[in-house]
């Protein structure tokens, strides 16, 4: 499957933003999709992650209660909503796909990886 995010942009502290992530291939579906970010000078790092289906979601603490991850099979998109944005935000977006099973949300146990979008935010 073949990934691409978009939808970063620079914004202010406090804004919203939303990043979709497009998906080629007709088994999107069966796989479950990741956020990770990676800011300047640090590892990337889990951000989000949503089951085959809307019905479970996994956040990190950070993003707790301000991200928001959703999918939508029928158009191979998943979204990333991020509100109330801090600069510490501030990093290169990407999104991933794993393929079902013992899942682990770490950079080394995703299958397929996007071409990040960069997210900015000044204070």
């Known amino acids: 499957v073949q990934l691409q995010a978009f939808g970063g942009g620079l914004v202010q502290a406090g804004d919203s933003l939303r990043l979709s992530c497009a998906a080629s291939g007709d088994t999107f579906s069966t796989y479950y999709m990741g956020w990770f970010r990676q800011a300047p000078g640090k590892e990337r790092e889990f951000v989000a992650g949503i089951g085959r289906s809307d019905s479970s979601s996994y956040y990190s603490d950070f993003v707790k209660g301000r991200f928001a991850v959703s999918r939508d099979n029928a158009k191979n998109t998943v979204y990333l909503q991020m509100n109330s944005l801090e600069p510490e935000d501030t990093a290169v977006y990407y999104c991933?796909?794993?393929?079902?099973?013992?899942?682990?949300?770490?950079?080394?146990?995703?299958?397929?990886w996007g071409k990040g979008t960069l997210v900015t935010v000044s204070s």
């Open positions: 991933a796909a794993v393929r079902p099973g013992f899942i682990q949300w770490r950079p080394s146990t995703m299958n397929y």
